[in-house]
């Protein structure tokens, strides 16, 4: 198993079942459906699964959910994101390649946090350069 949704959702599940053995008690499969839904919140590619698990959350039980979940993650997963990059293109010969200061990169980060979201600004900054 190399990643994706099904990967996470395995983890996940494993997770919440330590938890109730640590504590105890079993955590309300509401509050583990609640947790499940709010941990994939940000997931852009899944949108249209986690409406589809919040529309039924009063009839699927938390396992019911999992399993949608992860059996529909297979067909997302298996299409490239829909989302395409654009590339500025300037006439003008490019400057000189330089590393700016972590002050410099600060400023960036929190000005594209603000613009977006920090969860947006992590990502970029995080992902390969073109």
């Not at 829909?82 to 010969?93: G, L, N, P």
């Not at 590393?99 to 969860?119: G, H, L, P």
């Not at 600004?121 to 992902?127: E, M, V």
Request: charged letters at 25%.
């Amino acid at each position: 198993m190399t990643g994706g949704l099904a990967a996470y959702l395995d983890i996940f599940v494993v997770a919440l079942n330590q938890l109730d053995i640590l504590q105890g008690f079993d955590y309300a499969d509401d509050h583990k459906k609640q947790l499940l839904l709010k941990n994939l919140k940000n997931a852009e590619n899944i949108k249209h699964l986690t409406q589809n698990c919040r529309d039924n959350s009063t009839t699927w039980t938390f396992y019911q959910m999992v399993s949608y979940l992860r059996e529909n993650s297979k067909t997302v997963e298996a299409f490239p994101s829909s989302k395409k990059r654009v590339m500025a293109t300037i006439a003008e010969e490019p400057e000189a390649k330089r590393e700016c200061t972590m002050e410099e990169a600060m400023d960036i980060f929190e000005d594209v946090a603000k613009q977006s979201s920090i969860y947006t600004a992590y990502k970029s900054f995080s992902s390969e350069p073109i």
